[in-house]
């Protein structure tokens, strides 16, 4: 019986180390699971947050080149204006000389 007692005692032991190794695993691979779980939510949040940040800066980006265009285009009208005005005192200004003109030499003849 001894060496019964004996391999039963070590086939038992090692049924013992084999679970207890198994259990060990277990545990670690449940505790980097949720680790990993974790990790990939504060990857996520911060994403989350740049995407959120990107779309404020583009946001305000875009804002800005719209006052910006709207004040170019602005200034253009108001230029665009001013030209005008000058154009059309110009042609009356023409328009009185060549009137003169005409009368002048409607006059020597």
């Known amino acids: 019986m001894g060496i019964g007692n004996f ?3 070590l086939f038992g032991n090692a049924k013992e180390a084999t679970d207890l190794i198994v259990e060990s695993n ?3 691979a ?3 699971t949720d680790k990993a779980k974790h990790v990939a939510e504060d ?3 911060s994403a989350e947050d740049a995407f959120e940040q ?6 305000e980006t875009l804002d800005k080149a719209e006052r910006k ?3 170019a285009i602005n200034t253009i009208n108001e230029k665009a204006a ?3 005005g000058s ?4 042609a009356e200004a023409g328009k009185g000389a060549t009137k003169a003109s005409e009368d002048s030499v409607k006059e020597t003849h």
């Open 69 to 71: 265009a709207s004040d």
């Open 54 to 59: 990107a779309q404020d800066a583009a946001s």
């Open 7 to 9: 391999f039963k005692t």
């Open 30 to 32: 449940e505790e980097t």
């Open 26 to 28: 277990s545990q670690f």
């Open 82 to 84: 001013q030209v005008k």
């Open 43 to 45: 990857i996520m949040d």
């Open 87 to 90: 154009a059309e005192k110009a």
